[in-house]
Every structure is written in structure tokens, then in C-alpha cells.
């Protein structure tokens, strides 16, 4: 009985003493809500370290179809389309979405606006784009442009860099222009071909009109979407992403002489790996341009080899046509014919890499991505009047000294990325007076410049009440009204006097030389 009673007490003494222990925790908890913020206490540790994640589990994939995250896998149409319609609607504020077009197959060539301005093009705001893809068995640059758009979208509230881009950039990103093409390659195919050509056959990045060379390959659905889509947005900046290689390729991708020997079938053979660079009147911009991306990329400005036997890239860089000529790129299309500076940026070494590498490649490519875009806002911007302070649309300028032109908006507007120094500029527009303007770049803001073009003056004592026979350009008329020369839609720079007989010679060393560079195109980008 003593024994029980001395058992009953010690079995009341341990509950007394877990109740006081539960007392006390209870109380250390009540003292922990209580501890001022502000002084940084052991609390704020402590939820530290419970938001921390356990080390060594794998993370989880996070895309679903309705899902605002992005997993780092590779996406087939119907996903993408999901996840650009779920951005969208999410996200109304900051991004629109449209189709410029379908495949040949009927797959949409869907654009996503990102900007603080997604449904209207917002007076002084540069239109820049990237496109995707375009070689449907090179997807790397496809699946990092959706992650740059979930970039942007998220941290938009967050990243002040981001918003300021944001705020004053509207960003047209094409993460596929060959859907098609995709739909047939095959993951962790390095080289090859399979993929790389749309439904037809036809390889869209030799599908453009061309320079230098009479192009003619039937165009294509997807080519003739996006050469639309450029002639309706005055872009200033865009980049074309590839895979294949490693380094930024800037134009001319084309050259009036690529076939550089002519003299025997072996020399023709081999005239891929003499080629010449085919220099713009912008190369210095042009460089400039491929060396922000290459330098802003983890990698790409070491120039190293992605194989042994393929080149070596000086700071990651490289003219496109001393690298290895070819006819109907996109690149030169967008430059000659609408002034657009365009770089082409091969990203992978591995064409079709295995997706557990993409979130490195996009580690290498984020920030390079970003920053690119940002060039936009170097160089020279304004607007062209009228007296009356009206916009005049299609001005057509040329900077002096560079022979490829651009024109205003139908507000008026007009973008050039030029380095600093000092330049002068030729204004044009039907029934104005031309006029050349001088102004200076400087390195830290763009350079503001508004032209006001006077009409065309009737000259006193000339003529007889506007009637009789026409002058010539640049003349007076009997009228006494002045014609101005008349300026062509876009300028283009003077052709070289060999370019003809170069793009009329289509013998036997033109088909082997032309096949080279096809073979060589298929291995390297």
C-alpha cells in the first residue's frame, strides 16, 4: 500500500512538473511574438531558418498548365500556348498576347508583349524583340525566352532594373517561329538536321529576301508572318536566338563575294573556311552589340572552341559572313531593309541539349538577355515635325556617312543606337524641304533630337500659275514650287559593282559551294 501511494505521488509529481515545463514554453513563445522587430532577434533567425529548404532533395517541377511557375523542361506547343495565355491573363497589366501568323501545320506563331504598356504602343517607347527557334531542332533560346518573360513579369515589382526596362521599353518576344520543326527533333541531338527545317523542307533562316543575292526560294508561311509583323512595327533592337555555337554573330550574315575562289573545284570547296567578313556601315554599333551579350554571358566572351575542330571565337564574337556566308538570313533582312540592328546569338554548343541543363543555360543567359534589350536606349531619339507641331510619319533619315536608313512612326518618332561622337543626319519626307541636322552622343544618356521640316516653297517669279512642263528632281517647277528628290522607302546601301555578277553565277561551283555551306550551317548553327 506504501509503495502504490508512493508510486500514485511521484506519477502526479511528473505531471505537475510537464505542466510547468508546458507553462514555461507556453510562456517563452508568448515573450518570442513580442520581441520587438525591429531589433533583429533570435525569432527572425529562427523563421529563417524553418523558410529554408532541406538541403538534398531535388526540386519539384513546378510547371503545370495553370501554374504561374515555369520548370525547367522543355515545352511542346500545346504547353507553351498554356503557359503564355496563363501569363496573360494573369498578368493583364504587363503583358499582351498575339498571334502574327500560323505554321504551316497550323501552329500559331504566338508574341507576348512585355512592358508596363502591353496593348498600345506608348509615344518615346523604342519596340525591340526576340525571336526563337527559328531552326525547330535548336529550342534552347525557345525555352529561355519563356523563362525571361516569367523573369519579367515577377520581378517587375521587385527589380528596379527590371521596371525601368519595363517602363520604358515595349518587349516583343517570339519564343518559336519553326513550331513544326520542333515537334519532329529529338532531345539530346546535338548536330544534325532533323528539325531544323519547317514542314516544307524550306530552312527559314535562308527563306529572306537578300542584299547582296537574288533569293529564290519560295517563301514561307512562318517568313512571310514574320516579315509582316516588321514592316507594321518600327523594331529598333532585337536578337535571334540559335544553337550550335557559342558567340554573337552580327551582320552582313551575306557578302557579294562569299565564293571566294574560283578557280578550281577544290578551292571552291573549301572557300567556307576563307571567307571574308562582310562589313555594315554600323559595325562599330553592330560589335558593340554582340560584345554586351557576349560579356554579359557567363561564358561566351572566353571564346573558347565548342569543339576542337570548330572555331574559336575572339571575345565571343563574330561577322557572320566571315564565319560562313549564307543567302536569305534573317538578320540582314531586318538591317538593310528596315534599319533594325540584329544579332544573331547561338547560345548552346549542343543544338537539342537534355533539359536537365536548361536552368544553366539560363543562369548564362539571364542577365546577357536583359542587358541587350537595354541598348535600345543608347544613341539618338526624338521626333520629326511639321511647323505646326504635327508628327510626320515615314521621315526617312540617314545618318551621314552610313548608308542604311530608318523612318519615323506615325507619331513622329525615331530611334538610332550609335556610339558617342559626333554625327549629322539627312531628314527627308514628301513635300518638305530636306534638312541635315548635327548632334553629339554621349555615353551616359541617350541624346534628345527634335527636326522640324519646312514645306516645300513656291519661289516668286518662277512660272505662271503652277502650269507647264515638269523639272527635274531637286529643281524648280514652272509652278515655283520646289520638288525635293524623291527618298525611297528605306534606304540601302550602295551595291558593290561585282555583287551582280556574284549573285548571276549559278554554275557548278556556285551548287557545290552553296552545299557546303548548308552541311556546314546543319553542324555549326
Known amino acids: 500500500m506504501i509503495l502504490r501511494k508512493s508510486n500514485a505521488g511521484q506519477q502526479l509529481q511528473l505531471q505537475l512538473f510537464a505542466l510547468i515545463l508546458m507553462h514555461a514554453a507556453c510562456h517563452n513563445l508568448i515573450s518570442a511574438k513580442t520581441v520587438n522587430p525591429n531589433s533583429g532577434g533570435d525569432l527572425q533567425q529562427q523563421q529563417q531558418q524553418q523558410q529554408q529548404p532541406l538541403q538534398g532533395l531535388p526540386e519539384p517541377r513546378a510547371y503545370m498548365p495553370d501554374s504561374q511557375n515555369l520548370d525547367f523542361v522543355y515545352h511542346d506547343h500545346e504547353e507553351l500556348t498554356r503557359f503564355l495565355r496563363a501569363t496573360s491573363a494573369r498578368y493583364p497589366n504587363l503583358t499582351a498576347l498575339y498571334s502574327i501568323g500560323k505554321s504551316i501545320q497550323g501552329r500559331d506563331l504566338w508574341v507576348m508583349v512585355v512592358s508596363s504598356s502591353p496593348y498600345e504602343h506608348m509615344i518615346g517607347k523604342p519596340d525591340v524583340k526576340y525571336v526563337g527557334n527559328i531552326h525547330g531542332n535548336e529550342p534552347v533560346g525557345r525555352e529561355m525566352l519563356l523563362h525571361l518573360i516569367q523573369y519579367f513579369v515577377t520581378s517587375y515589382s521587385s527589380d528596379q532594373y527590371v521596371k525601368w526596362l519595363l517602363d520604358n521599353t515595349r518587349i516583343h518576344i517570339l519564343p518559336t517561329m519553326n513550331p513544326d520543326g520542333y515537334a519532329v527533333s529529338k532531345e539530346g541531338t546535338c548536330d544534325g538536321g532533323q528539325g531544323r527545317y519547317n514542314a516544307r523542307g524550306f530552312d527559314l533562316n535562308r527563306n529572306f529576301p537578300d542584299y547582296f543575292k537574288q533569293n529564290n526560294k519560295r517563301g514561307q508561311p512562318e517568313t512571310d508572318a514574320v516579315k509582316d509583323w516588321i514592316s507594321k512595327i518600327q523594331f529598333v533592337l532585337s536578337g535571334s536566338l540559335h544553337g550550335g555555337a557559342l558567340v554573337a554573330s552580327y551582320p552582313y550574315d551575306n557578302t557579294p563575294n562569299s565564293r571566294i575562289c574560283r578557280s578550281s573545284a577544290l578551292c571552291a570547296m573549301f572557300q567556307t573556311y576563307s571567307a571574308a567578313p562582310s562589313l555594315t556601315p554600323d559595325d562599330d554599333v553592330l560589335k558593340h552589340l554582340s560584345l554586351v551579350y557576349a560579356r554579359n554571358h557567363a561564358k561566351m ?52 541539349p537534355p533539359a536537365y541543363e536548361l536552368k544553366k543555360y539560363w543562369e548564362d543567359n539571364q542577365l546577357s538577355l536583359i542587358k541587350f534589350l537595354a541598348e535600345a536606349h543608347r544613341g539618338v531619339q526624338g521626333f520629326v515635325f511639321d511647323p505646326a507641331g504635327m508628327p510626320i ?77 515638269m523639272v527635274p528632281l531637286g529643281g524648280v517647277s514652272p509652278g515655283g514650287m520646289y520638288r525635293p528628290i524623291p527618298v525611297p522607302q528605306h534606304y540601302r546601301p550602295q551595291m558593290p559593282p561585282y555583287a551582280a555578277a556574284a549573285s548571276s553565277d549559278n554554275g557548278i561551283f556556285s551548287t557545290i559551294s552553296n552545299g557546303l555551306n548548308s552541311l556546314y550551317s546543319n553542324i555549326f548553327g
Not at 575542330?309 to 571575345?315: G, I, L, R, S, V
Not at 561577322?319 to 534573317?330: E, F, K, S
Not at 538578320?331 to 548552346?348: A, F, H, K, P, R
Open 301 to 352: 566572351s572566353r571564346g573558347v572552341a565548342c569543339k576542337s575542330a570548330t572555331p574559336a571565337f575572339e571575345n565571343g564574337i563574330t561577322n557572320g559572313a566571315a564565319w560562313y556566308p549564307l543567302t536569305g538570313g534573317m538578320q540582314d533582312y531586318n538591317y538593310v531593309w528596315y534599319g533594325c540592328m540584329e544579332i544573331t546569338l547561338e547560345i548552346s554548343c549542343c543544338k537539342f
Open 393 to 469: 510619319e515615314r521621315a526617312s533619315i540617314k545618318i551621314k556617312g552610313r548608308d542604311v536608313g530608318f523612318q519615323t512612326t506615325k507619331y513622329g518618332e525615331f530611334w538610332r543606337i550609335l556610339l558617342p561622337g559626333y554625327y549629322k543626319a539627312e531628314v527627308f519626307a514628301e513635300s518638305f524641304a530636306p534638312r541635315e541636322v548635327e548632334f553629339v552622343i554621349v555615353e551616359q544618356h541617350p541624346t534628345l533630337l527634335n527636326v522640324t521640316l519646312q514645306p516645300s516653297k513656291r519661289i516668286e517669279g518662277i512660272g505662271g500659275g503652277g502650269g507647264g512642263a
